[in-house]
């Protein structure tokens, strides 16, 4: 299957900090997407991207579809307590999704 | 929003049983829906592509005798995980296809389950 790698595979920051995570992948993907996921729920869309070089924001969200449309990277501004948790990238290849192997990011008050 | 309700949340189970997971979908048709496999601290693994009305499209490697899907309607997929074993332990999660949006926005996940084998 297709492999997509993130990293850092985790982060431990401090409150307020800015943090940036990024997904490559082997294959091309049309769609990018990220996701959220706290623990023991299901993963929680952020953002979507969808035009290579695109860069999208969602509050202190920013993601972007890289240029090769094999990567991409997604950044979090001015962190709080409740952006812990582990963000996954996926990318959308006809109606499946295959998802990068995660980052987790803690949160020190 | 669309909402993807999975049943239950968590279950205990004892070593040869079978165990039926529930995943709906609760404003919106899905004529397909996908079950994941998430082992801790690791990614989501695709196991199964389950179709209304037709047979569910398996994984290579994830064996369709053991994790049965039913996708009876287009709001209610099931997976069973028959005879089940501990190294079945496990959070299991669907998502479905809202066929209604763009497929980038039309996916949406079920809050897992979580299935101790004992």
């Known amino acids: 299957g297709q492999q997509l790698n993130q990293s850092p595979q985790s982060m431990f920051i401090q409150e307020g900090e800015d943090v940036s995570m990024n997904c490559t992948s082997s294959s091309i993907f049309n769609t990018w997407l990220w996701y959220k996921q706290d623990p023991g729920e299901g993963p929680v869309l952020l953002i979507a991207l969808y035009k290579a070089g695109e860069l999208t924001s969602n509050g202190r969200l920013t993601a972007q579809f890289g240029i090769t449309r094999k990567d991409s990277f997604l950044n979090i501004s001015a962190s709080i307590p409740s952006d812990v948790g582990i963000y996954f990238c996926?990318?959308?290849?006809?109606?499946?999704?295959?998802f990068g192997t995660g980052t987790s990011l803690t949160v020190i008050p | 929003g669309a909402v993807v309700s999975q049943h239950p949340s968590r279950v205990i189970c004892k070593s040869g049983t079978s165990v039926k997971i529930e995943c709906r979908s609760l404003?919106?048709?899905?004529?397909?829906m996908f079950w994941y496999r998430q082992f801790p601290k690791q990614s989501l693994m695709l196991m199964a592509t389950?179709?209304?009305?037709?047979?569910?499209?398996?994984e290579q490697g994830v064996e369709k005798d053991k994790f049965l899907i039913n996708h009876a309607s287009l709001t209610l997929s099931t997976l069973t995980v028959t005879s089940a074993h501990p190294e079945d332990s496990s959070f299991y999660i669907c998502s479905a296809a809202n066929t209604g949006v763009p497929a980038w926005l039309g996916y949406t996940f079920g809050s897992g389950t979580r299935l101790t084998v004992v």
């Open positions: 996926a990318g959308l290849s006809g109606n499946q999704f295959y």
């Open positions: 389950s179709n209304e009305g037709s047979k569910a499209t398996y």
């Open positions: 404003d919106f048709q899905a004529t397909t």
